[in-house]
């Protein structure tokens, strides 16, 4: 039996990294996209955002499993078999968000990035789907702010996924930087990018906001 106060630990900490690293993630962004700086200023800002980035997805692939096997010691029960798989993905998800960070350029990384979209989205419907079946089976009638949590967390991949959709222009920017060669039309492309993807990203962050909030009012409101 896994320990509730370690669980409690690791669920808090995912939570301040995830938050925290994306805050910087965001901040930092902004320098890379910024024509008036040097391309050598605007290098180093987009290293440090690249480099940051890897946090919020490393804690996000592992809270939700995390959240899942710590409602557990609230009163929350799930099927063996939903056990098993909370315990799998979350360190396949892990590997695959390391791999594409540390990896993307290599032949596996390239091959994992056309089942990136489709595994979250994979998440999405396997978190809604969750919370139906819980809902109907009275599953979450002792905790049911945990389905609220599970729904805000398919919400917060949602988002997840307009941001990569909407960012390759940036980072087509990027690397026209690197290359020492952007014009006008590519940083312009790139404020327009990045403009795209700050709603969804001050979305995450409101909804990490709210499952704090969550997890210490536990509304009694069923689902």
Request: overall charge neutral; proline content about 3%; glycine content about 8%.
């Amino acid at each position: 039996m896994i320990d509730q106060d370690f669980l409690l630990f690791i669920h808090l900490l995912l939570f301040c990294y995830w938050l925290g690293g994306d805050i910087g993630v965001f901040y930092s962004s902004g320098f890379a996209a910024n024509p008036n700086l040097s391309n050598e200023a605007r290098m180093t800002a987009a290293k440090i955002m690249l480099g940051l980035d890897i946090i919020p997805r490393a804690c996000g692939a592992l809270m939700l499993s995390v959240g899942l096997f710590l409602s557990q010691f609230i009163g929350v029960v799930y099927l063996n078999w939903q056990l098993y798989l909370f315990f799998l993905v979350a360190p396949l998800w892990l590997v695959m968000e390391l791999i594409l960070h540390y990896q993307y350029e290599s032949s596996l990384g390239q091959y994992l990035k056309k089942f990136d979209a489709p595994f979250k989205g994979f998440i999405i419907l396997g978190c809604l789907a969750l919370v139906t079946w819980m809902s109907l089976s009275g599953r979450l009638h002792a905790a049911p702010w945990v389905g609220y949590k599970i729904i805000i967390f398919a919400i917060i991949i949602f988002c997840s996924l307009l941001i990569n959709r909407a960012v390759l222009p940036y980072l087509e920017g990027i690397q026209r930087i690197a290359e020492g060669n952007i014009n006008q039309q590519e940083n312009l492309d790139m404020a327009e990018s990045l403009r795209k993807t700050k709603w969804a990203v001050i979305a995450i962050w409101i909804c990490l906001l709210i499952e704090v909030a969550l997890g210490i009012a536990k509304p009694s409101i069923a689902i």
